[in-house]
């Protein structure tokens, strides 16, 4: 065995103590606490803290080009590295959007400069020129960029015609759909649950119906041209349901949810507060308690933030003119963990869909403390309690209905590909 | 009895026992309206800005007339008028008007929870005149206070509420209060104009007018935004004026002597019929004469409040 060049000594990896080996910026080995060899490198003890592979997401809003004052990529990718992420995918919909080569180089440009060792960007391509829904955005050029994967995501296309042309054509290039599942013609894009809630407070608001009959089509379409979709931020029972039938069926489909779904309600709006105002709105707890058990089976494959910043002088106007978006990078982690330490998720699944998932349906690096992987992880204090205040964020933006409250668990220490990055 | 309110936001912040202070109050309020000199200096050297973001007419040339009938210094400002139609925010606007110290702030806004994002934000009281689909607590007071005039005992009351429920702020406050005061609430409104989840509100509710009035005490009329049709939620409206328009016919199904409300401004033949309008049993007028007796007493409550 070649020598490591980091060893992590003592640290807790699903409730064994090991030692950590690292050679080369990869994983050499794991073994027994006090098991690994003298000769390394440098060595970090854990001190029993948890070992943790580096989690991805699939699904942020970074704001850069054109709504900087949101985000930029330089203070997302940080709240990223202090939330324990390593791979991110940026959406398209920034100004102008990502539906030409320049933008996507310039994304990674930007990202390697602020962040050389990451946490690693890897873009999400227009689907369709400046997401308008009416042309086909050119994906090969896309691809050949840098880009992961191709999205309309905050414009749902339309014209199931050109949904169904897109999907194809991303299959040339081996990249798979995300679509942001939202029927437009049934009810605007409110941010509110259609319900008793909406009803009382006499606010805008949508049915889940919207969701699912998007996600119906998606899986139907998906089926027919056997081709794969990624359903993004999945919130309701109604389009779990839809997506566990597709699977029995052998569609190729995969589906992502959110920390806000699992843990958050409608109830959240009760007093018009704007930072709970999202895009699908929080659901009901029927809803919640099925997009949970969804997640845990595996129905739903994966979490990702839908990291979306809003300053605070946008999100402090009248409800209705506010815009839609939660803030997620920071506090993903902790509150996700939240659900592992209560028995509500599994270690396992909360891995898995933090971490295998997403990489392998977008094929991007993963850490499974295999000999080879890349040495992306964690030290994470399960334990440690904190507060979320806008000065505990790292995100420009601070529009979480979280603020105020208490979390668990927090990243210590953030190491990818072997380098200390937090 | 004190009072403990700064705002006045939703009817669901009173109990039973204030909304029936605020009617004594309103009755007080309303032998002063009838007198030949309609002034007192209750609220001398208060002030008291109506802010009307919204167009109104008739809410705020009540709160302008019950404030100088009592005294205090109104200032006007609508939309048109004030830095919102310059792009300034709500809070700002706000903010810039706490800057001037006044006692209160009237607002009428087109948006849900508007009243409550400025009360959360200001020292003085605010009165909410109407906050989107919300609420319209004055309105339904004065509703009830006009009820309350005829009746005075709620107990045994069916109130029916007709038409555009789905819009409506006057609708959700009133189905709050009504059901405060131990009166029974009947919703008629095509489906298209019902809340969802209406099912699950404490009232029933009807698609036929023919079924919907049968033995009430009262019908509250609303007044049907023309825009609906529009919206696609009607298909004309000559089909819902032959379906939802309160005539003659539908009071003989009430009960005898059943009273008919409306909040103004009507659309006659539309969602009302004329003779209906102007028949004794109406009590229309009665609700623009309760208004101001109803919002004296509740700028008297709130300017002179004694904080705990």
């Given amino acids: 065995m070649s020598s490591p060049d980091l060893i992590v000594k003592n640290a807790r990896l699903r409730g064994e103590s090991v030692d950590l080996l690292v050679k080369d910026g990869k994983v050499l080995e794991v073994v027994p606490a006090g098991k690994a060899p003298k000769d390394a490198g440098e060595t970090v003890d854990a001190g029993g803290l948890s070992l943790l592979p580096s989690l991805t997401d699939v699904h942020t809003h970074l704001r850069e080009p054109g709504y900087e004052w949101k985000e930029d990529i330089a203070t997302g990718l940080a709240a990223a590295a202090f939330g324990g992420f390593g791979n991110i995918m940026c959406m398209a919909n920034t100004d102008p959007v990502n539906d030409k080569a320049g933008v996507t180089e310039m994304l990674l440009d930007k990202a390697a400069t602020a962040w050389p060792d990451g946490p690693r960007l890897f873009p999400v391509g227009a689907l369709t020129v400046d997401l308008k829904g009416e042309a086909l955005a050119p994906m090969g050029e896309l691809a050949d960029a840098g880009c992961a994967a191709f999205s309309n995501d905050g414009v749902p296309v339309k014209s199931s015609a050109l949904f169904r042309r897109a999907m194809e054509y991303a299959s040339d290039f081996g990249k798979v759909v995300i679509d942001h599942c939202e029927d437009p013609y049934l009810g605007v894009a409110?941010?509110?649950?259609?319900?008793?809630?909406?009803?009382?407070?006499?606010?805008?608001?949508?049915?889940?119906?919207?969701?699912?009959?998007?996600?119906?089509?998606?899986?139907?379409?998906?089926?027919?041209?056997?081709?794969?979709?990624?359903?993004?931020?999945?919130?309701?029972k109604k389009s779990v349901e839809l997506i566990a039938w597709a699977k029995q069926r052998g569609v190729d489909v995969t589906a992502e949810t959110c920390p806000h779904y699992l843990t958050l309600t409608e109830n959240e709006l009760a007093d018009y507060d704007t930072n709970a105002k999202v895009n699908p709105p929080l659901r009901t707890e029927a809803d919640r308690r099925a997009v949970l058990e969804a997640l845990e089976s595996g129905v739903?494959?994966?979490?990702?933030?839908?990291?979306?910043?809003?300053?605070?002088?946008?999100?402090?106007?009248?409800?209705?003119?506010a815009?839609?978006?939660?803030?997620?990078?920071?506090?993903?982690?902790?509150?996700?963990?939240?659900?592992?330490?209560?028995?509500?998720?599994?270690?396992?699944?909360?891995?898995?869909?933090?971490?295998?998932?997403?990489?392998?349906?977008?094929?991007?690096?993963?850490n499974r403390f295999q000999p080879g992987d890349p040495a992306d992880f964690l030290l994470f204090d399960p334990v440690e309690e904190w507060t979320v205040t806008p000065e505990s964020l790292r995100s420009k933006s601070k529009n979480t209905p979280l603020l105020g409250r208490p979390l668990r668990g927090r990243v210590v220490r953030h190491f990818l590909a072997g380098k200390n990055i937090v | 009895m004190q009072w403990r309110h700064k705002d006045l936001l939703d009817i669901s912040q009173l109990s039973r026992d204030e909304v029936l202070h605020v009617f004594e109050t309103a009755q007080y309020f309303r032998e002063i309206n009838e007198r030949p000199v309609k002034k007192v200096p209750t609220l001398k050297g208060k002030s008291v800005v109506l802010f009307f973001a919204e167009?109104?007419?008739?809410?705020?040339?009540?709160?302008?007339?019950?404030?100088?009938?009592?005294?205090?210094?109104?200032?006007?400002?609508?939309?048109?008028?004030?830095?919102?139609?310059?792009?300034?925010?709500?809070?700002?606007?706000?903010?810039?008007?706490?800057?001037?110290?006044?006692?209160?702030?009237?607002?009428?806004?087109?948006?849900?929870?508007?009243?409550?994002?400025?009360?959360?934000?200001?020292h003085c009281g605010v009165l909410n005149a109407g906050d989107g689909r919300h609420a319209h607590p004055t309105q339904a007071l004065l509703d009830g206070y006009t009820l309350w005039e005829q009746w005075?005992?709620?107990?045994?009351?069916?109130?029916?509420i007709l038409g555009d429920i789905a819009h409506s702020r006057v609708a959700r406050s009133n189905l709050i209060m009504l059901n405060m005061l131990g009166v029974k609430v009947r919703f008629c409104a095509p489906r298209t104009l019902l809340p969802p989840a209406v099912r699950s509100w404490p009232c029933e509710v009807y698609t036929s007018l023919d079924e919907a009035v049968r033995g009430v005490d009262a019908v509250m009329c609303l007044r049907l935004q023309l825009e609906r049709q529009q919206d696609g939620l009607l298909p004309d409206l000559r089909e819902y004026s032959r379906l939802y328009c309160l005539s003659p016919r539908h009071m003989e199904l009430a009960a005898p002597d059943a009273r008919v409300l409306h909040p103004g401004p009507m659309n006659r033949g539309l969602e009302i019929s004329s003779v209906i309008a102007d028949?004794?049993?109406?009590?229309?007028?009665?609700?623009?004469?309760?208004?101001?007796?109803?919002?004296?007493?509740?700028?008297?409550?709130?300017?002179?409040?004694?904080?705990?």
């Fill in chain 1, 190 to 236: 409110a941010g509110a649950n259609e319900g008793e809630i909406s009803g009382r407070l006499g606010i805008p608001a949508q049915p889940d119906a919207a969701e699912a009959i998007q996600v119906a089509r998606d899986i139907l379409l998906a089926e027919y041209l056997g081709l794969p979709i990624h359903l993004a931020h999945i919130s309701c």
């Fill in chain 1, 300 to 321: 739903i494959d994966m979490l990702a933030t839908d990291h979306a910043p809003h300053a605070a002088h946008e999100k402090e106007v009248e409800f209705d003119f």
């Fill in chain 1, 323 to 366: 815009p839609c978006g939660i803030t997620g990078l920071d506090t993903a982690l902790s509150v996700t963990w939240g659900l592992v330490s209560k028995g509500a998720l599994s270690e396992d699944a909360f891995v898995r869909a933090w971490t295998t998932a997403p990489c392998e349906r977008f094929g991007l690096p993963v």
């Fill in chain 2, 55 to 122: 167009p109104s007419t008739r809410t705020k040339t009540s709160f302008d007339m019950a404030g100088k009938r009592l005294s205090a210094d109104t200032f006007s400002l609508s939309k048109s008028m004030s830095s919102l139609q310059k792009g300034e925010t709500l809070k700002d606007t706000a903010l810039t008007l706490q800057a001037m110290n006044p006692d209160a702030i009237v607002l009428r806004h087109s948006v849900s929870g508007a009243a409550k994002f400025l009360a959360d934000r200001l």
């Fill in chain 2, 152 to 160: 005075k005992d709620f107990a045994g009351k069916t109130v029916l």
């Fill in chain 2, 279 to 308: 028949a004794p049993r109406s009590l229309v007028l009665d609700q623009v004469a309760s208004g101001v007796a109803v919002r004296m007493a509740l700028l008297f409550l709130i300017l002179t409040r004694k904080e705990a």
